[in-house]
């Protein structure tokens, strides 16, 4: 896969903005959202007949319907999340949201955690719209996280243990288990902590 990740200007980020704002056909404030403004850099990723896929980061709107995706699947089904507890935690102070949007709709979201572990970023949750899936909008998400904070060394994930789809993807893409928390959030699930070196940069 090429992904393409470049830091544009003010006036190129701009024109991209009002471009998502427009395909996306609905309401959005001039402005970020408050707490996402040192986003600077826009990703796109040509994806053919689904057209480009472009990473922008969280909009009205956008929280809401992230908790839907991730309360309406697994693994956050069987560990009990409801929506309100999704929705609470896609909007907690510290935490950044991004939106995946393509072919003029949102195909998945990725929230980070800036200084998540150890003072490294965390990517707290991902997923994409169940429509969505296989199709390399996840793995397009997880780069742009890997290059979202420049002076990164490493940067963190966990996975259930029930979740073995996902756990050979993290590991296709660099990730290695560092650690395993037992029984961290329900009893006979364990989350396992896997970590990517980004080098020095
Ligand atoms: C995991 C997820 C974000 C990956 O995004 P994606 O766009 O589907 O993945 P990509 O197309 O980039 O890569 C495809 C790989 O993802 C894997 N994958 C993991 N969970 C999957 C799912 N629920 N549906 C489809 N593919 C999934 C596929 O097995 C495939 O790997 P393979 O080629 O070895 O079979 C996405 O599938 C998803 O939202 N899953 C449900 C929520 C989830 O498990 N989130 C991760 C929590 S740690």
């Known amino acids: 896969m090429v992904v393409g990740l470049k830091a544009r200007s003010l006036q190129s980020i701009t024109r991209t903005c009002l471009w998502s704002q427009e395909s996306r056909n609905i309401s959005v404030p001039p402005e970020p959202l408050a707490g996402l403004t040192r986003f600077d850099m826009m990703k796109r990723v040509d994806r053919g007949p689904e057209g480009t896929l472009t990473i922008d980061p969280a909009r009205p709107g956008d929280a809401e319907w992230s908790a839907r995706v991730m309360a309406g699947a697994d693994p956050w089904i069987t560990l009990g999340r409801t929506y309100e507890v999704c929705l609470s935690r896609l909007t907690r102070p510290g935490s950044d949201l991004y939106i ?11 929230l980070m955690d800036r200084f998540g572990v150890a003072g490294s970023p965390y990517i707290a949750a991902v997923a994409c719209a169940a429509e969505a899936r296989g199709q ?3 793995s397009a998400m997880i780069e742009f996280a890997e290059r979202l904070y420049p002076d990164a060394r490493f940067i963190f994930l966990c996975v259930s243990s029930f979740n073995g789809k996902a756990r050979r993807l993290y590991e296709r893409l660099g990730y290695k288990l560092v650690g395993t928390l037992k ?3 329900i009893n006979g699930v364990d989350e396992h902590l896997m970590m990517k ?3 020095d940069r």
Do not use: E, T
Not at 100 to 110: D, P
């Open 183 to 185: 029984d961290y959030i």
């Open 100 to 110: 995946a949007i393509r072919g003029g709709g949102r195909a998945g979201f990725i």
């Open 136 to 138: 390399g909008v996840g």
């Open 197 to 199: 070196p980004l080098g």
